[in-house]
């Protein structure tokens, strides 16, 4: 029997491509490794988003160097993102690299895995599939978690000045709902309570057909068994009044919105092709807590795009103050080739996108710390839906989307909604109690069998992608 290990980088949506993968390669006979160094094939899924993140896969294969030296038999692959923009250039200049794929490769992993290993033969299949606004790719299911992502679009048509997504992931297609709901379906009857919807361009799910974002939640709000249900990522111009209205009306729908605004000044937007104005962001802002008082609200900014100057910059802190985020992702300017911001150049000098970031930073960040302490001695339903590597503490979400680890809540919390008392706030961490158990009670730990991924790629919380575009 061989053995597979996968490491993932980037977005939820290569967790999701990663754990499909690996679900494929297991209805195949694979068995999953957590140790990379004694799988027979190592995966590595790639995010090319910006120069850091294909770095940090540059050394990794650097690092694999030795081990296939040494076991000339053992198959390493580049999958997602890196594949998509330089997997034939990649396949010349490690020669140590035996398969690459594309996004939308993904089902063809068992024949190329099986092809590498048998034939020993090195490949490139990184093929975009542009023809046509619908695909199928029923999910493959096989421990369902109490929260699952799903992917039910791929690609994005906006072309964002400074995005690669396009160009590796490809224009927008989506699944159908009658496919979707039917996973969720399926889902719910193992288990899972939260669906989070994943999709580079959310809301504009459906385009080409008759179907809508609206109508897929809704029917999936109607399914028995499903208690929470989130999507990923929303654009500010396709947020529409309608989604923004089911914030009101459907209680499964979690209070949480990510919305990125990426600058805060109408030139910089204008640069960057977001096709809406600092005005009309903060107007759907103001929609969003009008339809749901105490929605969530995340978001993605970039600092030091070319030629920002200072003025322009403090436009988009000024907007960070305005807003205050529950959660924000900050990150410099990277300028990727073949995006139209490559050919503008990389204007503003290294130190002070570092600057800007950290006064961004000191921001964000601060009211994060905010309203987590605001959050001390008050009670939120959590979704029980974590245990620690030890096999010791439970950790949920509340209806926000905050993590909570749960000093006293034993196993047969798992999967459900308790009510947790905060004791603890940080910025980076939230620490409570269930209040229907004793406080002094310890569960004793569990042993977990090892059924997850295998480590994921070590990434900074800047780098941390937590949502597709
Ligand atoms: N440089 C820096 N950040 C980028 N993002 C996307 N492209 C780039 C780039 N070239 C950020 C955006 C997006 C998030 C996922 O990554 O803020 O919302
Ligand atoms: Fe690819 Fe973008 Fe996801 Fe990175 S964040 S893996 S570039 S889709």
Redesign the pocket.
């Known amino acids: 029997m061989k053995t597979i290990h996968f490491k993932t980088f980037g977005c939820q949506m290569n967790v999701y491509d990663s754990e499909r993968m690996q679900s494929l390669l297991e209805t195949q006979g694979f068995k999953v490794e957590p140790e990379l160094a004694r799988a027979d094939v190592v995966i590595i899924n790639t995010c090319s988003?910006?120069d850091k993140a294909e770095h940090k896969v540059l050394s990794l294969l650097g690092q694999l160097k030795p081990l296939k030296d040494r076991y000339p038999n053992r198959v390493i692959g580049v999958a997602g993102c890196v594949g998509q923009r330089i997997g034939r250039t990649l396949l010349q200049k490690v020669p140590h690299l035996d398969l690459v794929l594309g996004p939308d490769q993904i089902d063809e992993i068992g024949s190329l895995v099986e092809h590498a290993l048998k034939q020993g033969k090195r490949t490139v299949s990184a093929k975009l599939d542009d023809s046509g606004r619908t695909y199928s790719q029923p999910a493959v299911i096989h421990r369902a978690k109490v929260s699952e992502f799903l992917t039910i679009m791929k690609g994005c048509d906006h072309f964002c000045t400074?995005?690669i997504v396009p160009f590796v992931r490809g224009r927008e297609k989506s699944r159908s709902i009658a496919e979707i709901v039917d996973d969720v379906r399926r889902l719910a009857l193992q288990g899972t309570k939260e669906i989070t919807f994943l999709g580079q361009n959310i809301n504009t799910y459906g385009k080409g057909t008759d179907e809508n974002l609206a109508m897929l939640i809704e029917q999936t709000h109607a399914l028995d068994g499903i208690e929470r249900i989130r999507y990923v990522t929303s654009h500010p111009r396709d947020l529409g009044q309608d989604l923004i209205d089911q914030f009101g009306s459907l209680p499964k729908l979690m209070p949480a919105l990510h919305l990125?605004f990426?600058s805060g000044s109408n030139n910089i937007l204008k640069k960057m092709s977001r096709l809406y104005t600092r005005e009309q962001y903060l107007e759907k802002i103001a929609a969003l807590r009008k339809a749901c008082p105490d929605i969530a609200l995340s978001t993605?900014?970039?600092v030091g795009f070319p030629g920002e100057t200072e003025a322009e910059f403090q436009e988009t802190l000024d907007v960070l103050t305005q807003v205050g985020f529950s959660c924000a992702y900050l990150?410099?300017?990277?300028p990727?080739p073949g995006t139209r911001a490559f050919a503008l150049g990389d204007e503003v000098p290294e130190s002070i996108k570092e600057d800007r970031l950290k006064r961004a930073q000191d921001i964000a960040f601060g009211y994060m710390e905010n309203e987590n302490k605001a959050m001390l001695g008050k009670r939120y339903p959590v979704l029980v839906q974590d245990l620690d590597r030890k096999g010791w503490r439970y950790s949920g979400r509340t209806p926000s989307n905050k993590l909570i680890h749960i000093e006293n809540a034993g196993e047969a919390t798992m999967g459900k909604i308790i009510e947790v008392e905060m004791t603890e706030a940080t910025v980076a961490s939230l620490r409570g109690y269930y209040v229907g158990a004793p406080r002094t009670q310890r569960p004793k730990p569990i042993a977990i069998p090892r059924t997850d991924l295998g480590s994921f790629g070590a990434i900074t919380p800047q780098e941390r992608?937590p949502v597709p575009?």
């Open positions: 988003i910006r400074y995005c990125p990426q993605d900014v970039i990150f410099k300017y990277s990727r992608v575009l």
